[in-house]
């Protein structure tokens, strides 16, 4: 099947687009990268996503503007990559949409709401859409994040000592192998740090460029001690957060108006985005972590993040085989591919659900859609074909 994998994460900054040919032989996806690209969001777009997020208060009229203007932004990032990776060959497109609120009440996820209406994918393509991932998760009785952790077992099915799947995007999570698996979010990836930056320069830059601001200043061990209280850390997985918690307000209220040169807050940010991670994994003894997103473009940050982790070697995804910008949007395109044959996207250690769900809805395409034959056996192992 070739599917059409679309993501845009915590950062809100662009959509990701991957191409990818999944085949599944008795318990093992085969999949091969046709190719990957990413697109934007228009400014104007960009900047009204952002001043919808909370802890702003917004009325429905901008929530259906949202839904509509992402839907038709993530539908021309849909025909791009058709054209580009499969011309009219392809069979299904794999929505993430854009996360604008994920609802946690004492540490159980409520609910959650991913924006981009799937019908303008669908119209643009022609093709099926699986969409709205997150939620059946929740309704089984899971955290609905971090949804890449069947992907995440699948693929490093196999890999010696306890392997760990990492994602730094606005938020970081982790997905940890072994007897008894489990993912969860570590707290912030980039959202403070481009929060930081943002306050910092007055809204003039909106992340740390290669790390250079991290790099300049000096760690303010008082404030990271001040950030480190958050209770948040010491909850059990799994657990999840966001950009509901972790956003500039929040950076704000643990500054107090007290004067502090910018580059150190960046710097101090950065460190907690490193120790927080390191802190969470500690106990779970990793023998590698194998990182993937925006953060691994910091290499400050990654220079931190090593450190904290030694003697336990920190990689990339990139030497495996899997482009780190691309990785959650082939995540989302093997689950999509899993929907469309009916199978379950998700692995109860790893959300906390009660079972194992299919996940999603699915919008027709122009020819409408059949379920495929679906195996009665679950797939145990993902190859990445050269």
């Not at 907690?272 to 953060?295: C, F, H, K, Q, Y």
Request: proline content about 6%; charged content about 20%.
């Amino acid at each position: 099947m070739r599917v059409i994998g679309l993501m845009s994460g915590t950062s809100h900054d662009a959509i990701d687009a991957v191409g990818a040919d999944i085949v599944l032989r008795d318990t093992m996806i085969e999949l091969r990268l046709v190719g990957q690209l990413s697109r934007a969001y228009p400014d104007e777009l960009r900047s009204e996503l952002i001043a919808a997020l909370p802890p702003c208060a917004i009325d429905m009229a901008t929530v259906c503007r949202l839904d509509t203007a992402i839907g038709q932004a993530f539908a021309d990032a849909a025909v791009a990559a058709k054209r580009e990776f499969f011309g009219d060959t392809a069979d299904l497109v794999a929505s993430h949409g854009q996360t604008v609120y994920h609802w946690v009440r004492d540490g159980a996820v409520q609910g959650t709401l991913q924006l981009g209406q799937p019908a303008w994918i669908a119209e643009r393509t022609g093709l099926p859409v699986v969409s709205d991932f997150r939620a059946r998760d929740i309704a089984a009785g899971g955290q609905g994040a971090p949804l890449v952790g069947l992907f995440d077992l699948l693929w490093l099915a196999g890999r010696p000592g306890c392997a760990v799947a990492l994602n730094i995007g606005g938020i970081a999570n982790v997905t940890v192998t072994g007897d008894k698996p489990v993912a969860f979010d570590t707290g912030p990836g980039n959202a403070l740090i481009d929060a930081a930056v943002e306050l910092c320069t007055g809204g003039a830059e909106h992340f740390d460029r290669a790390g250079g601001r991290a790099a300049r200043g000096n760690i303010d061990t008082d404030l990271l001690e001040t950030l480190l209280a958050e209770p948040y850390y010491r909850a059990p997985a799994p657990k999840t957060t966001g950009k509901e918690l972790f956003n500039r307000s929040y950076l704000e209220r643990v500054l107090d108006g007290r004067a502090r040169a910018a580059d150190d807050i960046v710097a101090t940010v950065t460190a907690l985005t490193a120790r927080t991670i390191a802190d969470a994994l500690a106990p779970l003894r990793p023998t590698e972590v194998i990182a993937s997103g925006g953060g691994t473009r910091n290499p400050t940050l990654m220079t931190m993040l090593g450190a904290y982790l030694r003697p336990t070697r920190l990689r990339t995804s990139d030497e495996f085989g899997l482009p780190s910008a691309a990785k959650e949007a082939t995540a989302f395109a093997v689950l999509g591919f899993l929907t469309a044959h009916g199978l379950a996207g998700t692995h109860p250690g790893c959300t906390g659900a009660g079972r194992a769900a299919v996940l999603g809805s699915i919008t027709p395409g122009a020819a409408g859609f059949a379920l495929p034959s679906a195996p009665t056996i679950m797939p145990l192992r993902l190859t990445l074909a050269g």
